[in-house]
Every structure is written in structure tokens, then in C-alpha cells.
């Protein structure tokens, strides 16, 4: 595809030999995950560009999963792809029902407004596809996630984040993320009277998919249980993401770095190819990742929501190639969405019959929280 937004092209190739992953390159990066994690705290993801043009990496790096945990009798890691959609089919479903795989579809609204920006070099548009992929992974029972991204389009076309998510619920979606444009060229990016209200619309969008926590069909957006689990343990984090410690990103050759948005040179924690792997560049970068924490910068030392948030470096990187802190407009967002997250709790623990319900669907999707810990809030 060829994406009017795409932030990919600027990685691809720049550190990587190849385009697409080997399944050698696959196995050896199983095989050194192995060696240095516990295989039942371990999710992989299958990223791009589109990682099903690479679908034999994908069997390759489950299949040596497979092998590896049931030579020691661990527990396997989960698997999840991100993905565009276009390429799917019904051997492809089936390997995705049959090893658990969380997916991840990238959809940016309806036809009118996806088709202007996700389009196939020949600038087809690409909706009538990919909502026929969505049908056929939902017909199979496959949970997915739709992934947006909110541009100057949509506003032109009087949509807007709550009016998106919306049409988003009603393709399926387990779990919705749903992004703006606030960068890249201006006929994407948002700004002016957009800005000014974003805390209102991410606010009352949070507050609407929090509803349907007190619903058969309860829909996941992002972070908001890292926010539950944050607030019920009265136990913060000064750091950022987990990239880099919590996380790494292995490219198609096997550079390793800490994220798919932090490809540097001065951030390559070595290759998985390298004798030595995990080395000293792997331990460099980490306790780097680790050094610069919310507590470096101090507008994060500032903010009220320090020790609920997930912040992103790659949200400045790209444009300053450092590791600094979010965009205000992030932390707007990212502020929005706690609050809103909040106030739906405490608006549910005032009535009974609604926190009953909420408690009882958050323990059948996280099997994590008791009534009591909740009420700690």
C-alpha cells in the first residue's frame, strides 16, 4: 500500500539489508529470545511496513515458539500481528485462530474517508478489501483491534474522533485505537480549533467505550487497564514506555533496537546474529532507556498524571532524533483518557448494579481485580 501518512518508509532499509524477514532470521531471533526470557512473560509481534508478505518468518518463529516451550514445558508466549489486511486469507485465519494470535487491522474510518488516505500504489482504495477481511476473521472468531488514524480528511468530511469511533464500533472491534495526524504533511495534520477541543473529544470518547464495560460486547481501548492496575496498586512508574527493557524490536536483517520508532544508529542494541548476544551495546542501551525517565524532563515532573502514563518517545523522535518528551498534544490525549477512564469508575462504583456488572467484565476479560481491590481505588 501506499499510505498518505506513512511514517515507515524513513526505517525501511535505512538500517536493514532486507525488506522482508528471512525464516533463518526469523528462527535465530526466537532462539535468542529464549535464552535471555521467561517464555511466559514473552509477546511477540509481527510489525511493518506489512509483515504477511514475510508470512514464512511468521510460521517459522511459531513453530520454534512451539518447540522451545515444549522442550522445557513452559508456558507460550502470545502472538499478535498488526496489520493492513489487504493479504489475508482463510489459511491465514486459520493460523491466526489456531495459535491465539491477537489482530490488529488498520482501518481509518468509513469508505469515503479511508479511501482517501489508505490507498494501493495504483491509488485504488482499499476499504471494500480490508472490510471483507475483518468479516472473515470475525466469522472465524478471531478478536481484533481496529487501528485508525483521525486526519484533516476527516474533519473536511465533518467526522470527528467520537462520530470515528462510532463507525469503528460497529465493524466488530474488540479494542479501538484511534489516532490523530499531528504531524507530517498539512494536509493531514491537525491543528487550530482541533487542538482546543481535544481533551473534550478524547474525554467523552473514553467516557463512551468505558459504557460498554456494562454491556455484553465491552470494547478495549489503550491503556486503560495499565491505568486500573496503576491506580488499584498505588505503584507508578518514573518510566516511560518499556522500550528498550520491557520491549525490543528486531528488524529483516536482526539489528536490534529498542523500538519500531527508535532506529538510530546510537540506539542499535547489536544484532541477533552477533556471537555475544545479548552484549554490551544490549546493556548500554538499556540502562539508557532506563536513565531517561519522566524524571528528566520537567514538564513530566509536573503533570498530575506522571505515574499513570505511558509515554512515547517516538512521538518527538522522528522529528528531533533524541529521546525528549511527548508533544503536549500527546499528553493531552493521554491525560484525556485517564481522566475519562476514571471518572466512568467512579461514576459506576456509585450505583451497585453497575459496578457489579463492570467488575464482573473486566475479571472475565483480565482475571486480575477483586470487588475490594477496585473499591481502593
Not at 489487504?86 to 479511508?114: A, C, Q, W, Y
Not at 450505583?351 to 463492570?358: G, N, P, T, V
Amino acid at each position: 500500500m501506499k499510505c498518505s501518512y506513512c511514517i515507515v518508509e524513513p526505517y525501511m532499509g535505512s538500517h536493514s539489508d532486507n525488506r522482508v524477514m528471512s525464516p533463518a532470521t526469523a528462527l535465530i531471533t526466537i532462539e535468542k529470545l529464549f535464552r535471555s526470557v521467561q517464555p511466559d512473560t514473552l509477546e511477540i509481534l509481527f510489525f511493518g511496513g506489512e509483515p504477511l508478505i514475510g508470512f514464512p518468518a511468521i510460521r517459522k518463529a511459531v513453530q520454534a515458539s512451539e518447540e522451545y516451550c515444549a522442550a522445557d514445558q513452559s508456558q507460550m508466549p502470545t502472538f499478535a500481528i498488526a496489520t493492513n489486511g489487504t493479504l489475508i486469507d482463510e489459511e491465514m485465519v486459520e493460523f491466526f485462530k489456531r495459535h491465539h494470535f491477537s489482530v490488529t487491522i488498520s482501518l481509518d474510518g468509513p469508505s469515503h474517508i479511508n479511501d482517501k488516505q489508505r490507498q494501493f500504489p495504483s491509488g485504488k482504495g482499499t476499504y471494500d478489501i480490508v472490510k471483507k477481511k475483518i468479516d472473515l476473521l470475525r466469522r472465524a472468531g478471531v478478536e481484533i483491534e481496529i487501528q485508525a488514524v483521525f486526519t484533516d480528511h476527516h474533519r473536511k468530511c465533518k467526522e470527528t474522533i467520537e462520530s470515528t469511533y462510532e463507525f469503528l464500533l460497529t465493524l466488530g472491534a474488540h479494542d479501538i485505537a484511534l489516532t490523530p495526524a499531528l504531524g507530517g504533511s498539512p494536509d493531514e495534520s491537525l491543528g487550530g480549533d482541533f487542538l482546543a477541543n481535544l481533551e473534550q473529544s478524547y474525554v467523552s470518547s473514553t467516557e463512551r467505550i468505558m459504557d460498554s464495560w456494562l454491556t455484553d460486547f465491552p470494547i478495549k481501548i489503550p491503556h486503560w487497564i495499565d491505568i486500573l492496575h496503576t491506580v488499584i496498586s498505588r505503584k507508578g512508574s518514573n518510566l516511560f514506555c518499556g522500550a528498550g527493557y520491557d520491549g525490543i524490536t528486531v528488524d529483516c536483517s536482526g539489528n536490534v533496537f529498542p523500538c519500531h520508532t527508535l532506529m538510530s544508529n546510537n540506539l542499535c542494541m547489536g544484532s541477533v546474529y552477533d556471537r555475544e548476544f545479548p552484549g554490551e551495546d544490549f546493556r548500554r542501551v538499556v540502562a539508557l532507556m532506563r536513565q531517561t525517565s519522566k524524571d528528566s524532563f520537567s514538564k513530566c515532573v509536573r503533570c498530575w498524571a506522571k505515574k499513570v502514563c505511558s509515554p512515547c518517545y517516538g512521538d518527538t523522535f522522528a522529528a528531533c532524533g533524541t529521546l525528549s518528551a511527548p508533544r503536549e498534544s500527546m499528553c493531552t490525549i493521554i491525560r484525556s483518557v485517564i481522566k475519562g477512564t476514571l471518572v466512568k469508575v467512579a461514576e459506576f462504583m456509585t450505583d451497585d448494579e453497575k459496578w457489579k456488572r463492570f467488575v464482573e467484565n473486566v475479571n472475565r476479560s483480565q482475571g486480575t481485580f477483586t470487588d475490594a481491590s477496585m473499591r481502593g481505588i
